[in-house]
Nanobody, 121 residues
Framework: QVQLVESGGGLVQPGGSPRLSCAASGFTFRGDAMAWYRETPGDQRERVASIGTIGHSPTDTDYTESVKGRFSIYRDDSKSTVYLYMNSLKPEDTGVYFC???????????WGQGTQVTVSS
């Protein structure tokens, strides 16, 4: 069965630079675009970054406006893992971060447990 296991979150000071990881299993990872989502209290889950499959050159990435220039998404198909490098964190980046594959423009699989990122001094 599909498993998505996010890690790397925690309490981070403003301006910090954590790296989130998402280890995927149970599907052909290299064949799917992947994305990171953020859920904040009272808000819907928002897609913050996505990355296409390695077969495309360059690998397509996309970011929501609020994180452009600060977050970077990467994938390692040999490890079935997608990463989110976060820089210059702001308190409004606080939330639970999830990953998922994208199929037909939507999240493909049941959600994992996510990883909480709290930006606070």
């Amino acid at each position: 069965q599909v498993q998505l296991v996010e890690s790397g979150g925690g309490l981070v000071q403003p301006g910090g630079s954590p790296r989130l990881s998402c280890a995927a299993s149970g599907f052909t990872f290299r064949g799917d675009a992947m994305a990171w989502y953020r859920e904040t209290p009272g808000d819907q889950r928002e897609r913050v970054a996505s990355i296409g499959t390695i077969g495309h050159s360059p690998t397509d990435t996309d970011y929501t406006e609020s994180v452009k220039g600060r977050f970077s998404i990467y994938r390692d198909d040999s490890k079935s893992t997608v990463y989110l490098y976060m820089n210059s964190l702001k308190p409004e980046d606080t939330g639970v971060y999830f990953c998922n594959a994208i199929r037909s423009g939507n999240s493909a699989f049941p959600w994992g447990q996510g990883t909480q990122v709290t930006v606070s001094s």
